[in-house]
């Protein structure tokens, strides 16, 4: 996950700079596991993640990438991790087309 979050984050950094990389992923992010787990989950989501890297520092990661792992671990024990795994990749991916609000079918 931290190679995964990271390449995401160097992308952003390259395009949009560094304070605005992490807006960039956490958008991209919410777009795609939104589909998922709805707004308010996303937003839950992250401010667990943000609270837990706030009330945890880790001393190997920047906090962007902290924050990031804090949502894959979070999301890992909700959904398991091969989905999580997933949908984490595809969100990551750099041609990633943000998925419609409509369910197909």
Sequence with gaps: MRVLFSGA???ERAGVGSDAALLVVRD????H?????????WA????????????????????????LLAVAAILLRLIGADLALR????ACEPTAVPPTREIDG
Excluded: K, M
Excluded at 33 to 41: A, E, F, M, P, V
Excluded at 87 to 90: A, E, H, K, P, V
């Design 87 to 90: 949908l984490l990749t595809q």
């Design 28 to 31: 991209r992010l919410a777009l």
């Design 9 to 11: 984050l160097e992308r």
């Design 33 to 41: 596991l939104g589909r998922w787990i709805g707004d308010d989950g």
């Design 44 to 67: 839950a989501l992250f401010a667990r993640a943000t609270r837990e890297v706030a009330e945890h520092p880790s001393p190997d990661s920047p906090p962007d990438t902290a924050t």
